[in-house]
């Protein structure tokens, strides 16, 4: 499929697709007149460099990674050497951090709502 296809079938900029294959995220061939052309499983491969932009992982981090990740087709994986599982570990635990206080934030919220809506809501 052209570039412009899975743009469309991904929800991802044609520019941001450029990107990830100068990153060497995502291959394409070439036509014989010089247009990238992927291969279906293109689609999966961007959801996921997607998901893992939104964990927050670098696309060193995730160009690292994919070789270790399934493709949609179950095909064998790398195994990640040391560093990168701690690095990934350290990922995740930034993350739950990141939960957490995002938890705490809305518990605060939900407290202030509680406390600006109740004389309202006796009023009515």
Known sequence: MRIGELARRTGVSERSLRYYEQQGLLTAQRTPGGHR?????AVDRVLRIQELYAAGLSSTKIGQLLPCMRDAD???SEIADAHLVTDLTAERER??????DLRRSR???DEVIDTASGPRAAKG
């Not at 052309?37 to 499983?41: G, L, M, P, S, V």
């Open 95 to 100: 993350i739950d951090r990141m939960i957490e």
């Open 74 to 76: 179950g095909g064998p």
């Open 107 to 109: 518990a605060v919220l």
């Open 37 to 41: 052309d992927y291969a279906d499983a």
